[in-house]
């Protein structure tokens, strides 16, 4: 079954950018009706949703992180990327990689999370 | 923005007993809502797609309802595996957003 494994940092410093890296296993990142997505909750926060990729390099992004937020895909090596520049404190949290199905007018969720990586902003 | 507000914050409950969680949007989003059931330390899992359709696998005491801008999502006898957050997640338009949390406690 399809897994997903977030990988990266798990400290930065503020100002600096934060790179994190998905690995999709048990399946090809570019098959089906799917998208890739990032999430991130703080520490004893509600869950934010970040953005997402698809596989044809079409991305939507939220709004409030839209200015320093860029998800990338790699489809050679199964993977899709986030990159959060100018990071503060705020950033601080437990970033999800997870695959979005879609399916028009019947289905569109969250149905895959990776297990979440902690990364904290601090000097 | 599209505000997604739960209630209650936490609910203390026995086991056995029939729970119930609401869900409020800030607007009408006909059944584009989704719930999740979130244990410590673990990511969020899919239960419920389209406001009452149960994931494949996932238990039938658990069930959600609702449409427009009211939602409801219960579980019918608690059991001790349903120690969890649950959240509530429109899909109805970008950006994708969640409601607070519900921090369900065993009484």
């Known amino acids: 079954q399809v897994q997903l494994q977030e990988s990266g940092p798990g400290l930065v410093k503020p100002s600096q950018t934060l790179s994190l890296t998905c690995t999709v296993s048990g399946g090809s990142i570019s098959s089906g009706t799917y998208y890739w997505s990032w999430i991130r909750q703080p520490a004893g926060k509600g869950l934010e949703w970040i953005g997402r990729i698809y596989t044809s390099g079409s991305t939507n992004y939220n709004p409030s992180l839209k200015s320093r937020v860029t998800i990338s895909v790699d489809t050679s090596k199964n993977q899709f990327s986030l990159k959060l520049t100018s990071v503060t404190a705020a950033d601080t949290a437990v970033y999800y990689c997870a695959r979005g199905l879609w399916i028009a007018a019947i289905y569109d969720a969250f149905d895959i999370w990776g297990q979440g990586t902690m990364v904290t902003v601090s000097s | 923005d599209i505000q997604m507000t739960q209630s209650p914050s936490s609910l203390s409950a026995s086991v056995g007993d029939r729970v119930t969680i609401t869900c409020q949007a800030s607007?009408?989003?006909?059944?584009?809502l989704n719930w999740y059931q979130q244990k410590p330390g673990k990511a969020p899992k899919l239960l419920i797609y389209?406001?009452?359709t149960l994931e494949t696998g996932v238990p039938a005491r658990f069930s959600g309802s609702g449409s427009g801008s009211d939602f409801t999502f219960t579980i019918s006898s608690l059991q001790p595996e349903d120690i969890a957050t649950y959240y509530c997640q429109q899909y109805d338009d970008l950006p994708y957003t969640f409601g607070q949390g519900t921090k369900l406690e065993i009484k």
């Open positions: 389209d406001a009452s």
């Open positions: 607007q009408d989003i006909s059944k584009y």
